[in-house]
């Protein structure tokens, strides 16, 4: 793989990136990777999703057709030129202004009766993000139906024609889960990928 990323907070709205194609593959790459394009929370952040299923406004040309139309147009382009795609996964947090929060709260982790903020270490320190809330992917009551949401949300884009997966901090997801996610995704998808973010 010869990865290109199209980051889209540089590449603009999504009918605009059908337009850099040819020169992406003129430079010689075969796949463009793109950052989340989820739909975002009150702070904007794209690694704060807070809907799966739906798109950044930001990103979306409002004189088109919708965002999943438009992703699905750019997606079908780059595979009649030959270039795969691969999409970011974020299992590990979403905003602290999600729909899935309102929706299933046990999905997350509870301190003191408070939401725990996403949080991670690096150089022997903890960051905590305030905008970001931590899943619970292995103590959650509801575990089997978060487990089960994940699949269907990688199942949802599979069906638009990615292939590729990135998956962010996949380091703090365990091993099970991401071997539940990778063969129950291969059953349908054989030719499907998972590139991890490890640190």
């Known amino acids: 793989m010869k990865i290109y990323n199209l980051f889209p907070l540089v590449a603009g709205k999504m009918p605009l990136w059908i337009d850099k194609l040819d020169y992406i593959k003129s430079l010689g790459f075969n796949v463009v990777y793109i950052n989340p394009i989820f739909q975002t929370g009150y702070n904007r952040n794209i690694y704060a999703p807070k809907n799966f299923y739906k798109f950044c406004e930001e990103f979306i040309d409002p004189f088109s057709t919708g965002g999943t139309e438009q992703f699905k147009n750019f997606i079908d382009t780059c595979h009649s030129k030959g270039i795969k795609v691969i999409y970011e ?72 024609g990615i292939r590729g997966f990135r998956c962010d901090a996949a380091y703090h997801i365990s091993s099970k889960l991401w071997k539940f996610l990778i063969e129950k995704t291969k059953e349908k998808y054989p030719d499907a990928i998972f590139v991890a973010e490890t640190l």
Do not use: C, R
């Open 89 to 160: 996964l974020i299992f590990t947090h979403t905003s602290i202004d999600s729909d899935l929060l309102v929706e299933h709260p046990e999905w997350y982790i509870m301190e003191d009766g408070s939401l725990k903020k996403y949080t991670i270490k690096a150089q022997n320190s903890w960051i905590e993000w305030g905008d970001l809330a931590q899943i619970d992917n292995e103590h959650s009551v509801d575990k089997d139906g978060l487990w089960e949401y994940w699949l269907d949300v990688i199942l949802f884009y599979a069906e638009l």
